[in-house]
């Protein structure tokens, strides 16, 4: 198994529960295990009765496994405040007043939660040498797979403003000095380094989801959570990332044989329909089914995680280093 692992899926589906027993088998089979919720209802507190942040924390309890919670509005918070000191230092007083101004319109455009934490997903990948695994519970699957989406797009629109800063440089340069050859060229300019930073952050971030991560996504058990996997999982393979499995979620307990009653009519009934779309996720879906988890009469945390932990058919061991 790779160092980062990803629990994907539709809003609602039990990313979390899935994620943190994950974390926690390989917590327990000696694995030492960051587990990162980037979800803003942060369930993770929730599932192990204890307060995170975004720093990472132990897991009472737990003594291999740490956890952490991101905030996506104080991600992005932070992620335009930086923007704006950045290019306040590049521009004339003048220009700040306008910079502040599309910093606060940047803030609600479509795309600033993703770019702001995928920012945050290449902080924690880039400073998690003490980790042998990361296990991200990650975003609803539209925001996740735009998230993923950004090194692909980003790459080229940073080498063609790099393209045109370099341009701008040299004709200042020469124009400053008459026409002959400038004595330096991009030689210490701020915002060639920041965008040359900013391009190797992301081919970092690309390279390492394609090598060294693994895709698990989440499924429950009816006809609208299975069509959006399938376009989850073929969008996922478009990116060339590696989607391992599928864990189904909140299948219907059967009722024993000798139960009766318009209770156990419904069960089994439901139990029936239910067989059937296991059994198309089997045929249909190249990704194996994983786990296939039974709905709990209370909330998935204390002993039911670890029940949880065990019945997750994924492996934990360690991918040997490449030498």
């Known amino acids: 198994m790779r160092k980062f ?29 960051l587990l990162v919720s980037t979800d803003p209802a942060h369930s993770t507190s929730d599932v192990f009765d204890q307060q995170f942040t975004d720093t990472p924390s132990p897991v009472e309890g737990e003594p291999n496994l ?22 306040s230092d590049q521009v004339s007083p003048a220009m700040v007043n306008e910079i502040d101004r599309q910093i606060e319109m940047a803030h609600q455009t479509p795309g600033a939660h993703e770019s702001a934490l995928f920012d945050r997903f290449i902080d924690v990948m880039r400073n998690s040498e003490e980790y042998d695994r990361v296990v991200f519970d990650t975003s609803p699957t539209g925001g996740t797979l735009r998230l993923l989406s950004l090194p692909e797009y980003l790459d080229g629109w940073i080498q063609r403003l790099l393209h ?20 330096r060229m991009m030689e210490g300019d701020p915002i060639i380094a920041r965008l040359e930073q900013r391009r190797d952050d992301f081919t970092f971030a690309k390279d390492t989801l394609q090598d060294d991560a693994a ?17 989850a999982v073929e969008q996922l393979d478009s990116y060339g990332l590696d989607v391992r499995g599928l864990a189904v979620n909140r299948l219907t307990p059967e009722p024993d044989p000798e139960e009766e009653g318009r209770g ?44 949880v932990a065990d019945e997750i058919e994924v492996d934990v061991e360690l991918t040997p280093k490449k030498v």
């Open 5 to 33: 692992v990803f629990f994907g899926g539709k809003g609602g589906v039990g990313k979390t529960t899935m994620s943190s027993a994950y974390a926690v088998k390989c917590a327990r089979a000696g694995v030492r295990t």
């Open 164 to 183: 045109k800063r370099k341009q701008s440089v040299k004709l200042f340069e020469r124009a400053a000095i008459g026409n002959n050859e400038p004595r």
């Open 66 to 87: 740490d956890a952490m919670e991101i905030d996506p509005e104080t991600e992005v918070r932070d992620h335009l405040m930086e923007t704006k000191r950045a290019l």
């Open 264 to 307: 156990a009519t419904f069960l089994r009934n439901r139990v029936k329909t239910e067989q059937e779309r296991l059994r198309e996720l089997r045929e249909d879906f190249s990704p194996p089914l994983v786990a296939a988890i039974e709905t709990r009469v209370a909330e998935v945390k204390g002993d039911f995680l670890g029940e």
């Open 215 to 231: 895709f698990f996504l989440v499924v429950n058990p009816d006809e609208l959570s299975i069509r959006e996997t399938k376009r």
